[in-house]
């Protein structure tokens, strides 16, 4: 990595405190997945500066980024100022124009980079802004794919319990987090949920490869019951984030596959965050040999510096389409392909190429799994998993059981203890509750992230989690 991390020095202090902004964003800005207590407590945190994987907010005070943003800032807070020059350039050059019927030399040669960087045979790209859009193209282009053979019957999609794909309405159908979708069904008709790949609390004694037959019976089972002639895609992350940083068990990509094979259905990867090297390949798929027919993607094709994401998929899915009836496929977006957004996710991706950040990931993830090992010695922690630049804690109060048994309900903790905790260590990551009610905490770093940060981040860890353990226990 030629990219030096300097973590010593304090960011100028900006006119405006965190407390001054902070108050204002209570008054007017709407901030996701936001408790409302958080609009009348304390104004909450403002970031203005990020270096290497650190950030600052206003105050000056210093904060060690474990969660690359929200899994997306994959090369890190130090290349902004070249990202943002080959933005100028672009938006000097052409700051916008469509992709409706035209195209442009950021949005070409962005899609032939990443038909090369894909898997074999995915070599057709529409561009979106982001994730949720990416999700919803591929439902759309996957329905139209079944229109135009004839099989109209073909409407029902099948995800995994607990999986998060997005918030708009065909995204948020295919989540399988209750919590999440209950408030705004009914949603779309057919999505149907199976069971996800978390090994921790399965039957004692059970082997890798008995539970990998119990997930693929699960899922042939409901393509039978359902009607194999009914059932129009898969979707599945290769690496389930929502949950824990779920990891597949042996087979059980190939098994998906077949059943696929077998029934004619359209499988999609969900590499929103497994892709742009998070598992150390430029997609997920490739280390899991998913052999998917439509890959989604967003966040670190641009390392989140503008918003933009997209969909790769196979030539004969996109020709049946323009074969079909329509005449073309029935999907746009006015953002989508822009000019300016993909202009930065080439320089994103040349930077990720001459800085061997996937290089990083693979030498350390060994290291890093080892460090996180280190923290089942602490009474909370129950579970390590995860892989790459990708891991979870589950914490319990019961190991023998693997529940959380403490007096204090785990939403609580969570929120009046884990959270704060964490946050007054400057650790940013993911706390919350999983589907099976108990403590999650989530790392997902920059992939720039160095040992020493590693080494940094398990020690305050441990600090924290010991501190709490105390209080609970």
């Not at 074969?323 to 930077?351: K, S």
Request: proline share 5%; net charge negative.
């Amino acid at each position: 990595m030629t990219n030096t991390i300097t973590t010593s020095r304090t960011p100028d202090r900006t006119d405006e405190s965190t407390t001054d902004l902070g108050r204002l964003a209570q008054r007017h800005l709407v901030m996701s997945f936001t408790p409302g207590s958080a609009y009348t407590g304390a104004p909450p945190p403002v970031m203005v500066r990020g270096e290497g994987s650190r950030l600052w907010d206003a105050d000056g005070h210093e904060y060690l980024d474990a969660l690359a943003g929200l899994f997306c800032v994959n090369v890190g807070y130090s290349f902004g100022a070249e990202i943002g020059d080959a933005v100028r350039d672009q938006m000097a050059e052409l700051p916008y124009y469509t992709n409706w019927g035209v195209a442009h030399p950021p949005a070409v040669r962005l899609a032939a980079k990443i038909a090369e960087l894909a898997p074999p045979g995915l070599d057709r790209v529409y561009f979106t802004s982001g994730g949720g859009e990416s999700n919803e193209a591929a439902i759309k282009l996957i329905r139209q794919y079944h229109q135009a053979r004839g099989e109209h019957s073909r409407i029902k999609f099948i995800s995994r319990r607990a999986a998060y794909h997005g918030t708009s309405f065909g995204a948020l159908s295919l989540n399988g987090m209750t919590n999440l979708r209950k408030q705004f069904e009914p949603l779309m008709y057919g999505s149907r949920h199976v069971t996800n790949s978390k090994r921790y609390r399965r039957p004692a004694g059970e082997s890798e490869q008995q539970f990998t037959a119990a997930l693929l019976n699960e899922i042939e089972t409901l393509v039978v019951q359902e009607g194999p002639d009914t059932v129009a895609g898969i979707f599945l992350e290769p690496m389930q984030n929502a949950g824990g940083s779920l990891v597949p068990p042996a087979g059980f990509h190939e098994g998906v596959r077949e059943i696929c094979d077998r029934h004619g259905i359209v499988l999609v990867a969900d590499e929103v965050i497994c892709g742009f090297g998070r598992l150390g390949e430029w997609f997920g798929s490739t280390r899991f040999d998913v052999r998917p027919d439509v890959i989604t993607f967003a966040k670190g094709v641009s390392s989140a510096h503008v918003p933009l994401g997209g969909m790769i998929t196979r030539s004969e899915i996109l020709d049946a389409v323009n074969d079909g009836p329509d005449g073309m496929y029935l999907h746009g977006l006015t953002f989508g392909g822009h000019p300016a957004a993909c202009a930065a996710g080439l320089a994103n991706i040349a930077i990720m190429e001459r800085e061997d950040v996937l290089g990083n990931v693979r030498r350390n993830e060994a290291y890093f799994r080892a460090q996180l090992d280190t923290l089942l010695d602490q009474r909370l922690v129950g579970d390590v998993r995860g892989l790459g630049y990708h891991y979870s804690l589950e914490l319990v109060t019961d190991t023998d059981r693997r529940t959380w048994a403490a007096q204090l309900p785990a939403g609580d903790f969570v929120h009046s203890m884990l959270q704060p905790a964490l946050m007054a260590a400057g650790i940013l990551c993911r706390a919350a509750v999983d589907h099976e009610g108990t403590p999650l905490v989530q790392f997902s770093p920059p992939l720039v992230f160095t040992r020493a940060d590693i080494d940094e981040l398990v020690g305050r860890v441990g600090r924290v989690l010991g501190e709490l353990a105390d209080r609970v226990l």
